[in-house]
């Protein structure tokens, strides 16, 4: 490709999700010289792909799974239930994009490939899907924690001759399940967000689940504009709160421990908090429901005797008794999802007494016998937070690529920087709170500090920034220290990698909440302790593109 045809800019972003529109409105706002690319047909992201039956936020409740940059969009904005549907979010995203005059610097439908770093020039080089070539000095990878959708390695999954479709990557043309024989396999938060949904339409519906999931009601309700009027009134004291709060969300967490009450005062709280519903099951619950086992398990039992009462055949109930600590898998939220069993048209196969064998053209045929099908959902879940960077697999100095760099550990620093990958930065990347914090608020938190790095950087002249590796290997201590004092590394999860075989195990989550951020203040603060400025080699590219 002729030398002439390569574009210049300051920051190439990678992603038009929630973090990467964030991330072009911020850098674009310094004066940066910034392009978008996605490979999908529309921004969003996350909320463009999963479009299946039953998606919908399922944090602790709206209107707070938002941007808090700009006061207006809650002023403006009308959420119109206490869990929006992925509909709704794509909707606000996309008038976030329209808002602020995003899409100008947006190009869909663009892959990007072979990221490289250029030593000399200190800048990184992409080809595009489009047949375009870029140099960016700062590469963004805001590519998303839960965007490689995991198509599992079923024998025969390949000859299946029905429509087999997966959650994570929905068609965006209407899906009619009327009169079918549909399977879902997987039991997560997708697939028991598209269970009750599917159930309702289906001729037959049957569920292939590996692991049974602990499930709470998400009780979604329209917002009233009472409440949404309340919010507005009182932006300023939550969006303080959102950012004080772990999690991310503008409520205190519960700090009474199991213990401190007695057995009678722990029923009414599981009670309450059950008929409240959204993710404050988790969030009000006991403070050391996630580091003390007898805790965790008061609160299993609690969950499994919900389960019981509501689902009527009691053989269906006992395959649905999830046996994880709860929590240390993605709690999830449902509208429906064990009263699905009670329906004369679904039926569950428990995949641990009668595994998949293989998949044929006409079904799904396990160790006891076929089930003919028509439809097959695959909700299997994601390569989750490394697994799209490492599709993305950047060459670094002297090219040693992210896979040889990732091989047995995701090093990385702030869960931001890589060393070895100079001027590449990463939105909620292992090592941050990312996917247990919330993540629009996160990626403007982490986008506001590598803005700042890259001021940093211009304001001083320099050409290049980077992870120590000895920043890397303290940085690993902190987030695995942090782990180790809880039970989510007990279990398989995604957030432990188990779901992808071969997966090196890693708790790749930072849990300190507002901590985390703290901790990047104090970073920077330090004169950007951990982290090599490079003098430039050359004058700054001038940037062709505004
Ligand atoms: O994926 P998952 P998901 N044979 O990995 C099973 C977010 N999210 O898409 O548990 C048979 O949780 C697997 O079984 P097991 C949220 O953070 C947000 O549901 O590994 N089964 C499991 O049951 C969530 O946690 C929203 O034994 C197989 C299921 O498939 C994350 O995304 C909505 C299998 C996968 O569950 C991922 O959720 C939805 C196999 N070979 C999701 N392979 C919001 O609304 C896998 N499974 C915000």
Known sequence: MARESVEHLDALVIGAGVSGLYALHHLRGMGLSVAVCDGAGGIGGTWWYNGYPGARVDGPGSPFYCYTFADELMQEWDWAETQPSQAQVLAYLEHVADRFDLRRHIRLNTWIRNPRYDEAAQRWTVDTSTGGRISAQFLICAVGALSTANRPDIPGIDDFAGECLHTGNWPHEPVHFAGKRVGVIGTGSSGIQAIPEIAKEAAHLTVFQRTPQFSFPARNQPLTAAELASVRDNWDALKANMRNFNGGFPWPRNLRTAAEDTPAERQALFERLWEEGTLKFIVDNYSDLLTNK????????????????????????????????????????????????????????????????????????????????????????????????????????????????????????????????????????????????????????????????????????????????????????????????????????????????????????????????????????????GIEFEAARSEPQSALFV
């Open 294 to 529: 007898e805790t965790n398990g008061m609160v299993a039992d609690f969950v499994r005797s919900k389960i019981r009462e509501i689902v009527r055949d009691p053989a269906t109930a006992d395959k649905l008794m999830p046996d994880h600590y709860v929590a240390t898998k993605r709690p999830v939220l449902d509208n429906g999802y064990f009263e699905a069993y009670n329906r004369k048209n679904v039926t569950l196969v428990d995949l641990r007494e009668d595994p998949i064998e293989r998949i044929t053209p006409s079904g799904v045929c396990t160790a006891t016998g076929v089930c003919h099908l028509d439809m097959l959902v695959l909700a299997t879940g994601f390569d989750a937070i490394s697994g799209t960077f490492l599709r993305l697999n950047p060459k670094g100095r002297a090219g040693l690529s992210l896979k040889e760099r990732w091989r047995e550990r995701y090093h990385n620093y702030l869960g931001l920087m890589i060393s070895g990958f100079p001027n590449l930065f990463m939105v909620h990347g292992p090592g941050t709170p990312g996917v247990l914090y919330n993540m629009p608020l996160g990626a403007e938190r982490e986008i506001e500090w590598v803005g700042n790095c890259i001021e940093h950087l211009r304001g001083e002249s320099l050409g290049a920034v980077e992870a120590t590796p000895a920043a890397e290997a303290a940085w690993a201590e902190e987030v695995e220290g942090i782990a180790n004092r809880t039970l989510y590394p007990l279990t398989d999860s995604w957030y432990t990698g188990a779901n992808i075989p071969g997966k090196p195990r890693q708790f790749p989550v930072h849990l300190g909440g507002p901590h985390y951020f703290e901790r990047l203040s104090q970073v920077a603060g330090s004169g950007y302790e």
